[in-house]
């Protein structure tokens, strides 16, 4: 058995959860926040069979879309006011990132 770790963005979070649920697949959602972007994400704990992990990618790899994302950094360049102004800058947030993990015990009580 693995448990996949998956980090996806908020938009795609319903429609990754649902298909799930179609498929059988059991999880947990946990509401995270990115250390980058300081933006909430949704992570998802899966308790899997090592046979239907590969499906299990493919389903979040076809609900996960990546999308470019603008994000606010303050430039500390030089040290007048001017070089504090904000300004915008595009960054690719990816469709999902994954981890898989070894479960040495599963139990339900
Ligand atoms: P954030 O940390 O908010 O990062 C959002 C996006 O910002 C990242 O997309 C990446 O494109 C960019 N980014 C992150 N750190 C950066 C840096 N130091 N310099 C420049 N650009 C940077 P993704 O790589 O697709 O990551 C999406 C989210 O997945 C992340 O949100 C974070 O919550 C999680 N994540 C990504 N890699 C991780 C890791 N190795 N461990 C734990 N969580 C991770």
Known sequence: M??????VQDKDSHRLSSELVKQNVRATKLASTG???KAGNTTFFIGV???R?????????????SREQLV???SSLGGNADSYIPYPVE????GATVFVLPIEQFHQF
């Open 53 to 65: 992990v590969d499906e299990l990618l493919e389903i979040i790899q076809k609900n996960c879309k």
């Open 91 to 94: 960054v690719q947030v990816g």
């Open 49 to 51: 069979e090592d046979e």
């Open 2 to 7: 693995k448990l996949v770790i998956a980090i």
């Open 72 to 74: 606010s950094p303050v």
């Open 35 to 37: 250390g980058f972007l």
